[in-house]
């Protein structure tokens, strides 16, 4: 038995390193697949360090691997005849599919989201599961994504018998069963020691564990192979220790603290609510009062679409056009309120940064009204409140939500525009959504504020083609064929300009029936459908302003391109904006930023970004880089000031208000406090 444990134990050891192997392997393919560099020939001293590095953070997890071994085949094969062995192979087979679908899914959500595995995981929790699945099998080839274990499990046991046929040391000779004892409890030990030395990452000091911050400077200054040196389950590993913010385990005191740097002055904590100290004054109204205001949420609207390197590309005739009219305003550096769609809406809903806190999902947010909400403030300006959905709005609790914040109506497409309606998982396609809430709204005589979000810009991209109408040859000017010739990646950019299409349809058809009416355009987020980076039209990865950056353009007969002065903005700068644009002098509101026909923060920051006039950056990262950029790999400027303490501070808001909300003093105050407001006229 002694011989069979001390054999036994280096089997394990011999196997367990090929997990890393194939890590390795994994990661040599994430860098040739993806990399954003024409060559690598001048990359070899960071590849070098990025493959050393990788190999030893990624210990924290792989060195499980001569626990699982030494659990589940050497004890039982002190037992069973022959079983230790076979169980091992197997085993080491089973954990390396495993490795194989960490790695299947960083790809994955690397094309989606341009980044290996981060907090955004975390929001798959309350994401629609069929729809998840829809996009896995038809948008991520799913079906050859599960084929691969196949061939990778045949691999890793083939791997795994080759380390096993290594010589062992023999085992030694004792005189006495006592030493024979002993000496096995001491190969144990010694086992032991060799797995937390592993584990460490080559260290027996817990201090020293490999981790971002130890990231070789020469590997953490290029973006792209920071991402690269860190193993798959090593990064969702992280990511699930990291479920919570932390500003949500911060106590009051903690939380007030960090809000200071967000508040007008420092009188806000005799409030009984932050927000009251966002109150503001409009200055008078800049244009006549239409009757009916639209603002258009279009799912994913990327600036960069409207960016002069794309302008060779047909793919979204209708906001160009509505960009260049006369009457159009334009932020052209505007951040999203999220980086996905939920967190988007939520703040403009409420008036506040949602800081991925999912406040539409929280009970105490059905039942009260925030005073910066925007549908309650457009209701004490006199307008109907009606927020259109191309979709169901039950699903994110948007309808308890929104009803909370202040709108009259919730309308969803799935409902008004009948059950035999074209869809996609996510609603409604957009043509039939807008052609039928047109048709709605001609009926509706009074002021109305409109809050009209689109669905159909979304994957996995399953629009018939009878619906697009997109030539690659004729919208793709001046391309290639690696381009010319992506069927499924090119209908991404068809399903955009078909969106772009419903959209300004529909805009044209309420300018001509109601041509008094303020339109508001603006994406929810950005998106990189169509894939573009690391092709003959752009040999590098993409931007942070093309990763991130939405559009606002803003348009009503009165107003002149010159309107704006200002050149930054979020999707919380928009509400000021409206109401300072329609309300009359003297009227009381709220809001967190200031409009955009006022002097701008020299620095906007959101809960994920940060814009100034030149420069944009994420708050995540220690690099900036110009909103004006080419062909050309972007330059990343270092150092800089990432404003994460102005991103917390966002976040310790939407804590706080999430934490007290509901315990607050419902008073009025002689009308001081509108914490009680719940959004009646």
Same mark, same amino acid.
């Given at each position: 038995m002694g011989e069979q444990f001390f054999l036994s134990l280096q089997q394990n050891i011999k196997l367990f390193f090929w997990l890393p192997i194939l890590c390795a392997i994994f990661r040599a393919a994430f860098i040739v697949g993806y990399h954003p560099y024409q060559k690598l020939d001048d990359k070899w001293a960071i590849i070098r360090k990025c493959f050393s590095f990788g190999f030893w953070w990624g210990m924290d997890v792989n060195a499980y691997q001569l626990l699982i071994?030494?659990?589940?085949?050497?004890?039982?094969?002190?037992?069973?005849?022959?079983?230790?062995?076979?169980?091992?192979?197997? /085993?080491? =087979? @089973? !954990?390396?599919?495993?490795?194989?679908? #960490?790695? &299947?899914?960083?790809?994955?959500?690397?094309?989606?989201?341009?980044?290996?595995?981060?907090?955004?995981?975390?929001?798959?929790?309350?994401?629609?599961?069929?729809?998840?699945?829809?996009?896995?099998?038809?948008?991520?080839?799913?079906?050859?994504?599960?084929?691969?274990?196949?061939?990778?499990?045949?691999?890793?046991?083939?791997?795994?018998?080759?380390?096993?046929?290594?010589?062992?040391?023999?085992?030694?000779?004792?005189?006495?069963?006592?030493?024979?004892?002993?000496?096995?409890?001491?190969?144990?030990?010694?086992?032991?020691?060799?797995?937390?030395?592993?584990?460490?990452?080559?260290?027996?000091?817990?201090?020293?564990?490999?981790?971002?911050?130890? /990231?070789? =400077? @020469? !590997?953490?200054?290029?973006?792209?192979? #920071?991402? &690269?040196?860190?193993?798959?389950?090593?990064?969702?590993?992280?990511?699930?220790?990291?479920?919570?913010?932390?500003?949500?385990?911060?106590?009051?005191?903690?939380?007030?603290?960090?809000?200071?740097?967000?508040?007008?002055?420092?009188?806000?904590?005799?409030?009984?609510?932050?927000?009251?100290?966002?109150?503001?004054?409009?200055?008078?109204?800049?244009?006549?009062?239409?009757?009916?205001?639209?603002?258009?949420?279009?799912?994913?609207?990327?600036?960069?679409?409207?960016?002069?390197?794309?302008?060779?590309?047909?793919?979204?005739?209708?906001?160009?056009?509505?960009?260049?009219?006369?009457?159009?305003?334009?932020?052209?550096?505007?951040?999203?309120?999220?980086?996905?769609?939920?967190?988007?809406?939520?703040?403009?809903?409420?008036?506040?940064?949602?800081?991925?806190?999912?406040?539409?999902?929280?009970?105490?947010?059905?039942?009260?009204?925030?005073?910066?909400?925007?549908?309650?403030?457009?209701?004490?300006?006199?307008?109907?409140?009606?927020?259109?959905?191309?979709?169901?709005?039950?699903?994110?609790?948007?309808?308890?939500?929104?009803?909370?914040?202040?709108?009259?109506?919730?309308e969803n497409a799935v409902d008004f525009c009948g059950s035999d309606a074209p869809r996609t998982w996510l609603g409604v396609y957009d043509h039939v959504f807008l052609e039928k809430t047109a048709e709605l709204i001609l009926d509706i005589h009074e002021p109305t504020f409109h809050f009209i979000y689109t669905t159909t810009n979304h994957g996995p991209y399953k629009l018939e083609d009878k619906y697009l109408d997109f030539d690659a040859t004729r919208d793709l000017r001046g391309v290639g064929n690696d381009i010319l010739n992506r069927k499924n990646l090119n209908k991404e950019l068809a399903t955009y300009k078909y969106c772009d299409k419903a959209i300004f349809d529909f805009v044209t058809r309420m300018k001509k029936k109601f041509p008094d009416s303020l339109f508001i355009v603006t994406g929810d987020h950005s998106s990189l459908f169509g894939e573009l980076h690391n092709t003959s039209f752009l040999r590098r990865d993409y931007t942070v302003r093309e990763r991130f950056n939405t559009v606002f353009y803003m348009q009503h007969p009165e107003l002149l391109q010159s309107s704006f002065t200002a050149v930054t903005g979020t999707h919380l700068s928009l509400i000021p904006t409206l109401i300072e644009a329609v309300a009359p002098k003297g009227f009381g509101y709220y809001s967190v930023l200031p409009s955009l026909f006022e002097q701008q923060p020299d620095v906007q920051v959101t809960p994920y970004q940060w814009i100034t006039e030149n420069m944009v950056g994420d708050i995540r990262e220690d690099y900036g880089q110009l909103n004006e950029y080419t062909a050309e790999t972007a330059e990343y400027i270092r150092p800089v000031d990432s404003h994460q303490k102005e991103a917390n501070a966002w976040r310790s808001l939407a804590v706080w208000l999430m934490n007290h909300y509901a315990k607050l003093d419902r008073g009025d105050n002689n009308g001081n406090t509108v914490s009680h407001y719940s959004g009646q006229k």
């Open positions: 071994l030494f659990f589940v085949a050497t004890i039982p094969g002190l037992f069973i005849v022959g079983y230790a062995y076979t169980a091992a192979l197997i /085993v080491n =087979t @089973i !954990v390396s599919i495993l490795v194989y679908a #960490a790695f &299947a899914g960083k790809i994955i959500f690397y094309k989606h989201f341009n980044d290996t595995y981060n907090y955004m995981v975390h929001y798959g929790n309350h994401a629609d599961k069929k729809n998840l699945i829809d996009i896995f099998f038809n948008q991520d080839k799913g079906a050859y994504v599960l084929l691969g274990i196949l061939p990778v499990g045949i691999m890793s046991y083939g791997g795994s018998w080759v380390l096993s046929k290594i010589p062992n040391i023999p085992y030694p000779y004792f005189e006495s069963s006592i030493v024979e004892g002993i000496s096995a409890f001491g190969f144990l030990l010694l086992y032991v020691l060799i797995y937390y030395w592993f584990h460490f990452g080559g260290t027996l000091n817990h201090r020293n564990k490999p981790e971002w911050d130890t /990231v070789p =400077t @020469i !590997v953490k200054e290029d973006i792209f192979f #920071a991402k &690269a040196t860190i193993d798959d389950l090593e990064a969702l590993k992280l990511v699930r220790k990291n479920p919570l913010q932390p500003e949500q385990i911060k106590s009051d005191e903690e939380l007030m603290q960090e809000i200071d740097c967000i508040m007008p002055d420092s009188t806000w904590r005799q409030l009984n609510n932050p927000l009251e100290a966002f109150k503001r004054t409009a200055k008078g109204s800049r244009i006549s009062g239409p009757h009916h205001i639209f603002l258009i949420v279009g799912e994913s609207i990327p600036q960069w679409s409207m960016d002069p390197l794309y302008m060779s590309l047909n793919i979204c005739p209708g906001l160009r056009a509505f960009a260049s009219d006369a009457h159009t305003v334009c932020v052209p550096n505007f951040l999203p309120a999220g980086n996905v769609s939920r967190p988007s809406i939520s703040s403009l809903m409420s008036g506040v940064y949602d800081s991925g806190m999912e406040l539409n999902e929280k009970e105490t947010f059905w039942n009260h009204t925030l005073p910066t909400a925007l549908p309650a403030q457009m209701k004490k300006l006199g307008y109907q409140t009606i927020y259109w959905y191309g979709g169901n709005s039950s699903s994110g609790n948007f309808t308890k939500y929104g009803k909370a914040q202040g709108f009259d109506r919730i």
